[in-house]
């Protein structure tokens, strides 16, 4: 079955996470990043996952991670099976599947409603890789390698276009005309102009199209 891709708004949202390793670490970044509320469950931490305890931005229950302990906490939306102990991740999962939430089992993949995937940024730009556990390894090092092909010109350049998709909006009436002048506008040329960071000379492409397009619709 396919996977859904989703982006998830979080903020103010609750995530558990049980363990405290190197890769519970990973996770929580990436949940805090997001502004969601973060509680780990987990008899230890490494050093920056303590940190983050010790500074208030996530909550630390210093417990195994069992049903029972799930069962006493709050209901979270996502829930991560981080720890290095298969057997206590399924326990952990299953209960949490049972009350509704969405799980992310860290060593069985078989066990996950979902997988985070590598994620490369650039202001909103955000670009995802994904092998659907077959190999997370193939997965970072493509999204390094997409990271170096891409350049560093895109999320400025989504920055400007956001402006001009509304000035857009205001002029092109019709989402079919829409639909037209963006997929016309965003052509072989004006990327090329992106890519050698020629950002001032690709917006005023755009605007003139936007001028022309006005007056002969
Ligand atoms: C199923 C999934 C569930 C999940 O965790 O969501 C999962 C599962 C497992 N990962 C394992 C190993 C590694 N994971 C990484 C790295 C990442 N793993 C991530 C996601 C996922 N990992 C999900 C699938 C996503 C997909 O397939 O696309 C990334 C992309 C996102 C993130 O975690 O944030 C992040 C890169 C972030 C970045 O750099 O951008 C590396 C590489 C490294 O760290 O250098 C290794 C070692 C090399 C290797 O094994 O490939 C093992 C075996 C452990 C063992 O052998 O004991 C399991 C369990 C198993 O497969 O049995
Ligand atoms: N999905 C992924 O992205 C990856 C998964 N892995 C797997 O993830 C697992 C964890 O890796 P690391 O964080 O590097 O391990 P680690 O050894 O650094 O950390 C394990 C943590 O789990 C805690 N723990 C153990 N049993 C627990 C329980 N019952 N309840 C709560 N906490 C418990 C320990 O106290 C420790 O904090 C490993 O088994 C590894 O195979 C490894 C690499 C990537």
Not at 38 to 52: C, G, I, Q, S
Not at 55 to 77: C, H, K, M, N, Q
Not at 84 to 108: P, Q
Request: glycine share 8%; with cysteine; aromatic share 6%.
């Amino acid at each position: 079955m396919d996977m859904y891709p989703i982006d998830l708004r979080l903020e103010g949202r609750a995530a558990l996470v049980a363990g405290g390793g190197a890769v519970a670490h990973r996770k929580v970044a990436g949940l805090l990043a997001a502004g969601a509320a973060v509680t780990v469950v987990a008899p230890e931490l490494v050093p920056p996952l303590a940190a983050l305890a010790a500074d208030g931005r996530i909550t630390w229950l210093a417990r195994l991670a069992t049903a029972e302990v799930f069962a006493s906490l709050p209901r979270a939306l996502l829930v991560f099976c981080a720890t290095d102990n298969r057997a206590a991740n399924a326990a952990f999962g299953k209960a949490a599947k049972e009350a509704g939430a969405l799980v992310n089992d860290a060593t069985t993949p078989g066990l996950c409603d979902f997988f985070l995937p590598a994620a490369l940024r650039d202001g909103d730009l955000l670009v995802t890789v994904s092998t659907g556990g077959a190999s997370p390894a193939l997965a970072r090092t493509l999204k390094k390698r997409l990271a170096a092909r891409l350049g560093a010109s895109w999320g400025d350049w989504l920055e400007r276009l956001a402006g001009l998709r509304e000035e857009a909006k205001e002029r092109i009436e019709g989402s079919a005309g829409r639909e037209t002048f963006w997929r016309a506008a965003l052509s072989e040329h004006i990327l090329n102009l992106v890519e050698e960071d020629r950002l001032d000379e690709a917006e005023a492409e755009i605007r003139h199209a936007l001028d022309c397009f006005g007056t002969e619709s």
